[in-house]
């Protein structure tokens, strides 16, 4: 079997497709790059495949002091990743971009390994815009990606969900009643603490009206712990997360492709905040694709109050049978394979460039 060394890092929305895709090939060697203290060091099962870290930050805006201590940890980096692939005897390079992506598409190019590099975001990041070019392929997760990578050998293969949410085996939330409206609200794998401030503002309403309400906080907000009720169910993280997800009515998310995905797949109707901070507005482009589907409402952070907020879930809430047009428009979308698709181009791969 091939060897293969997977460089995905920091979110769940780069970590958790990059485990969809080394399921998807239970017989291969695969070892994973990241870097310290950030979240691979947790979810990434280190027994299964073992971690390398490099030090690595993400490029600053502008051209300052900071930028050059980036590019010199770049090419510390790139060098250490070409000296492990090289020990490690590695055959292929999969990255589900971000700023690992650079060293180990570098690394890789130098020595004609060959890099499949997945872009989930409909606006490709900078990695994938400046370095696609030196890798095998380029598979996206949307097809509107394709007009911002011309000159590009692309593939559109949807981005790879978990296998618990192609099949969900785990129950969750056992003690809410069959009937009941459940509203899952979700920021991310970091939570959306502005987010979770409308929200909490509405709760109270919203379990007055005999809705169920799971709260995903993100570990990040200091008022996550002080409000209980019987109805709310509210943690940091929630590690099964299809679970919840598959027992949600509507969802209110970010725009993070790793969520869209697995809403497609669950098809569930949302409520998309894209988050205004996040590189380049990609969420926005993210989620405008299921705003022209019928997919979802897509709500802009500056018009987010808990008044606006209260009334579109009331209005919505009332309205079932447009919240079930929402969720098979959501399927439609869906890409259950998405997973084998790109362990498929790994597998088919020339090991030549
Ligand atoms: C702030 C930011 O820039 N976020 C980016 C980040 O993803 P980020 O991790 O923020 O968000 P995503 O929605 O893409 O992914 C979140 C993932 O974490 C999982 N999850 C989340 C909460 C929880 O309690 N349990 C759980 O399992 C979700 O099920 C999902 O698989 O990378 C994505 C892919 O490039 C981008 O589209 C996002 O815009």
Same mark, same amino acid.
């Given at each position: ?14 970590l958790? !497709? ?10 291969w ?6 870097? !310290? ?5 947790q979810?990434?099962?280190?027994? @299964? *495949? ?10 600053p ?7 050059l ?13 070409? $000296?492990?692939?090289?020990s490690?005897? #590695?055959?292929?390079?999969? @990255?589900?971009?971000? *700023? ?24 490709p ?13 380029v ?22 969900? $978990?296998? %618990? ?7 969750a ?24 401030r ?5 709760v !109270? ?32 993280? #929630? ?7 598959g ?11 790793g ?11 949302a409520?998309?905040?894209?988050y ?13 694709? #299921? ?11 500056? %018009? ?14 009332a ?5 079930a ?29």
């Amino acid at each position: 079997m091939p060897k293969l060394l997977i460089a995905a890092s920091g979110t769940g929305g780069h970590l958790f !497709p990059a485990l969809a895709v080394a399921q998807a090939l239970p017989d291969w060697p695969i070892e994973w790059l990241g870097v !310290p203290e950030r979240l691979e060091n947790q979810l990434v099962p280190q027994a @299964t *495949y073992p971690l390398h870290r490099v030090r690595l930050s993400g490029l600053p805006g502008g051209l300052n002091g900071r930028t050059l201590k980036v590019l010199a940890e770049l090419l510390v980096a790139t060098w250490q990743v070409r $000296r492990l692939l090289q020990s490690g005897g #590695f055959d292929r390079v999969f @990255t589900t971009g971000g *700023y690992i992506a650079a060293p180990a598409i570098l690394a890789a190019r130098s020595l004609g390994i060959p890099v499949v590099l997945h872009e989930s975001n409909a606006l490709p990041g900078k990695v994938t815009r400046w370095l696609g070019r030196w890798c095998a392929v380029v598979a996206l997760g949307f097809a509107a990606a394709q007009v911002h990578l011309p000159k590009l050998k692309t593939l559109v293969v949807g981005t790879p969900v $978990r296998p %618990d949410f192609q099949q969900i085996l785990a129950t969750a939330g056992n003690e809410i009643p069959h009937t009941a409206f459940v509203l899952l609200i979700t920021g991310g794998s970091q939570g959306a603490v502005s987010l979770n401030r409308v929200v909490r503002a509405c709760v !109270p309403a919203w379990l007055e009206r005999g809705w169920w309400v799971v709260h995903q906080t993100g570990d990040q907000d200091p008022e996550c712990g002080k409000f209980s009720h019987p109805q709310y169910i509210e943690r940091a993280f #929630f590690p099964d997360m299809a679970a919840w997800m598959g027992r949600a009515n509507l969802v209110i998310a970010r725009a993070g492709a790793g969520t869209l995905s697995e809403l497609t797949l669950l098809h569930k109707p949302a409520i998309l905040i894209p988050y205004p901070w996040a590189a380049e507005n990609h969420q926005q482009y993210n989620a405008d694709i #299921f705003a022209r589907q019928g997919a979802a409402v897509v709500m802009p952070q500056a %018009d987010l109050t808990a008044a606006v907020l209260d009334t579109l879930l009331t209005e919505l809430a009332a309205h079932p049978e447009r919240l079930a047009q929402m969720g098979q428009a959501m399927s439609a979308l869906a890409v259950p394979d998405s997973a084998q698709r790109v362990a498929g181009v790994l597998t088919q791969l020339q090991v030549k460039l």
